[in-house]
């Protein structure tokens, strides 16, 4: 006869409003992301993958594991409770603006130190960073005499690991034209049939590195330009100010934001002004 623990694992565990609550301040102490009331299924269908994975029969048990920070579960904890919507040319405005107006500026304005930096900030699986890739090895004719970097990031070390790679499903790559697939992809066969992976040029421009936006920034910059989409959506008010405020600290003058179109630094900074389309210039 199973016992309680097995009978537990089978059919799911019991989650209370108290569990949810403690692990709604977990995540938002640890990644800055406040979840909403509806996010409960999300939370539970994920974290009870942990639990089982880990032999655990509750919620407050791993909530204790979590808050004592014994081993490497934090860093699951964070993959699993982060979201990763990604895909090549998504909001295509951007990559358009970048190729006809920002591109083209930039070449002028950096013509002495000919060097380019580009931070994609909540990188995922690293469809954003290869699209700026391509835009700017299709719209600089000498890149190879230019400097030219992207910083590519994210919490989740499970998705940076995906992207540094460079391998995709076919379906993944449906947005990608027939002409610039072939240019920039290999296609997979044998036991990569309905695979591609990115080619090497756009891998060199591409330096991924695991960061948590609420923490210290090891890095430097100023970037000419950031992106940062549909990442900030996921913080309240007062965290997107801080953040907003951190962007333009860290770009050159009259650099570039570029986020999602759900998200707005204007009640919350002077430092942005609005260029198109969920396209921002610092002001100051």
């Known amino acids: 006869m ?7 694992l089978q059919q799911g565990f019991e989650f209370t409003d108290g569990d949810f609550e403690r692990l709604r301040e977990l995540v938002y102490r640890h990644t800055g992301i406040r979840m ?5 299924d999300l939370i539970y269908g994920r974290l009870s993958r942990r639990l089982r994975a880990l032999g655990l029969h509750s919620f407050g048990a791993y ?3 979590i808050e ?5 579960e934090l860093e699951a904890f964070t993959n699993a409770v982060t979201t990763n919507l990604t895909a090549f040319y998504r909001e295509a405005h951007h990559f358009d603006y970048l190729a006809k107006t920002l591109i083209p500026e930039l070449l002028k304005k950096n013509r002495e130190s000919r060097r380019i930096r580009i931070w994609s900030a909540g990188c995922s699986s690293g469809e954003e960073p290869y699209t700026l890739a391509i835009t700017l ?4 004719p000498d890149i190879h005499n230019w400097d030219v970097r992207i910083l590519a990031t994210d919490l989740d070390s499970d998705v940076l690991a995906r992207a540094s790679a460079g391998i995709y499903e076919q379906k993944n790559v449906s947005k990608v034209l ?8 290999y296609k997979g066969s044998g036991s990569n049939q309905g695979k591609v992976k990115v080619r090497p040029q756009l891998q060199e ?12 920034w090891p890095m430097k910059g100023p970037f000419d330009l950031i992106f940062c989409r549909n990442v900030l959506i996921y913080f ?15 770009l050159t003058q009259k650099g570039h934001l570029f986020i999602g179109h759900s998200e707005s630094p204007m009640d919350l900074t002077d430092r942005f002004s609005l260029i198109g389309q969920s396209i921002y210039r610092r002001s100051h």
């Open 137 to 140: 090895q299709e719209n600089i």
């Open 68 to 72: 004592d920070g014994r081993g490497d």
């Open 2 to 8: 199973r016992n309680t623990a097995e009978k537990s």
């Open 63 to 65: 909530c204790r594991l």
């Open 36 to 40: 909403a009331d509806n996010r409960r």
């Open 178 to 185: 027939g002409s610039r697939l072939q240019r920039w992809f």
């Open 236 to 250: 309240d008010k007062s965290t997107q100010k801080k953040m907003f405020d951190r962007f333009a600290d860290i």
């Open 205 to 216: 421009l591409i330096a991924y590195r695991k960061l948590n936006l609420m923490q210290s």
